[in-house]
């Protein structure tokens, strides 16, 4: 499946502090996304980096990543209180995006 | 900004009976999904949809779901016999036809009692 697999599940850090999140896949892809939930809301769409790209940023988002490894990361700096969420990644070929379980993110203030 | 949308934010229904989910997508989006989220666990693909048609759909998507899109506007997603496992948050999902960016609704909460 193209399910991706998010590492650490928990992530506590302090305010200020930055925040690394991996994400492990086995299949080829076209591209790989990060997503942000909050709780008991819809995902909302991060960063897109295709297969030909190993590194984008966005604002305080950076991405990397692997294909020979199947592997991203997603590093969020100067983490703020509001950064506080579930974190997943979608590995993505076709028309189908399967989530994994994601790492929960907590900033501390 | 626009939003997808979904109604009703919270529907309650009784094991066995019919439920229809609606969702207002992006209105120049094309490609249209369902998702659902069981309280505490992931993210799960049910269906995908596209020039008025699946286009891929996930092993939960079984003979108990389909999927309209009855008009320019609306993309529903119905469960003919409701069971208790059925209890989920689903979510709608929209986006062009140039951008893999998904964006989602805010979510249905059905339980079924």
């Known amino acids: 499946s193209q399910q991706g697999e998010e590492d650490p599940q928990a992530l506590s850090i302090q305010e200020g502090e930055n925040a690394t999140m991996n994400c492990s896949y086995k299949?080829?892809?076209?591209?790989l996304q990060w997503y942000r939930q909050n709780s008991g809301r819809g995902l909302v769409h991060l960063i897109l980096?295709?297969?030909?790209?190993r590194e984008k940023h966005s604002g305080r988002l950076r991405v990397t990543l692997d294909t020979s490894k199947k592997s991203s990361s997603l590093l969020i700096t100067a983490s703020r209180a509001a950064d506080t969420a579930s974190y997943f990644c979608?590995?993505?070929?076709?028309?189908?995006?399967?989530f994994g379980t994601g790492t929960s993110l907590t900033v501390i203030p | 900004e626009p939003e997808v949308t979904q109604t009703p934010s919270h529907q309650v229904t009784q094991m066995g009976q019919e439920v229809i989910l609606r969702c207002v997508p992006i209105?120049?989006?094309?490609?249209f999904y369902w998702y659902r989220q069981i309280l505490g666990q992931k993210v799960e693909f049910l269906v995908s949809?596209?020039?008025?048609?699946?286009?891929?759909k996930s092993e939960i998507f079984d003979d108990q779901f389909s999927v309209e899109r009855p008009d320019g506007s609306n993309f529903t997603l119905k469960i003919r016999s409701t069971k208790l496992e059925d209890s989920a948050m689903y979510f709608c999902?929209?986006?062009?036809?140039?951008?893999?960016?998904?964006?989602f609704g805010p979510g249905t909460r059905l339980t079924v009692t």
């Open positions: 299949t080829s892809i076209n591209n």
């Open positions: 979608a590995p993505n070929t076709g028309n189908q995006f399967y």
């Open positions: 980096i295709r297969s030909n790209e």
């Open positions: 949809f596209y020039n008025n048609e699946i286009s891929e």
């Open positions: 999902a929209s986006r062009g036809l140039s951008s893999y960016e998904q964006y």
């Open positions: 209105s120049n989006h094309l490609y």
